[in-house]
C-alpha cells in the first residue's frame, strides 16, 4: 500500500534542533483541510489533491483522492491517484490517468490483431515504420467504425477483438440474406439482425 506523509515548509519554530520536515501519516478517511484543497471532477464527483511526500518512491508528488461508494450508498476505500509533477493540478492528474488507459487499449488490440509484436526487421527506420503502421492501423479502424455507428459516441470503449467479431457475423449474415432472400428491412427481421451482428462479443 503506498504511505504517503505530509510534507512541512521546514520553518524555524524557536525549538531546539532541525525542524521536521514530515507531519504525520496521510489518513485517506479523514483529511486535512490545510493540506488537501476539495474539486470537482467532469462528472461532477467530489475529489481531493494536495502535495505530499511518497515514502516508496522518495519523492513529493501531487496526489489525488478520488472517494468512492457502494450501490448502498456506504463508503468504500477511496481511489488515489498521482502526478510527479507537484505542480499538476488535480483535474489533470485525472484527465492523464484516463488518458493513459486509452493508450493501454491501443497497445492491445495491436500487439493482438495488427502485428505489432511480430516485425522481423532490425533496422531502426523499418522499426518505426512498423510500430506506427500497428498503431495507425487500430486508430483508422476505431474511426471507420464510429463513423460508421452514429448511434454509439467515440468516448465508448473500443475493442479491436468486438469489431471483428461484429463484422465478421455481418458478412456471414448478409450472405444468408441474400441466398435465402429473406428481407432484411423489415422491422421484426432488422431487430433481429442486429441482435445476431453482437454474437460473439466481448461482455461489457
Known sequence: MMRCCVTCTGSKTGQRGR???????????NLRANVFEQFFTPQRLVAYHGV??????KITARLVILPQED????????KLFFATD???KGQEVLKRYKARFQCEFLYRDAKQ???LTQGQCRSEEKLHFHLNAALTAVSLAKAIHHLSEPDHPAETSF??????TH??????????IDVFGIDAQQPDNYAKIKKLYQIGRIAA
Open 19 to 29: 525542524p521536521k520536515t514530515y507531519d504525520g501519516v496521510v489518513d485517506k478517511h
Open 52 to 57: 505530499v511526500y511518497i515514502k516508496s518512491l
Open 71 to 78: 450501490k448502498k450508498g456506504n463508503p468504500k476505500a477511496p
Open 86 to 88: 507537484p505542480e499538476m
Open 113 to 115: 490483431h495488427t502485428g
Open 159 to 164: 475493442s479491436m477483438a468486438d469489431v471483428k
Open 167 to 176: 463484422y465478421s457475423n455481418q458478412l456471414l449474415l448478409n450472405r444468408f
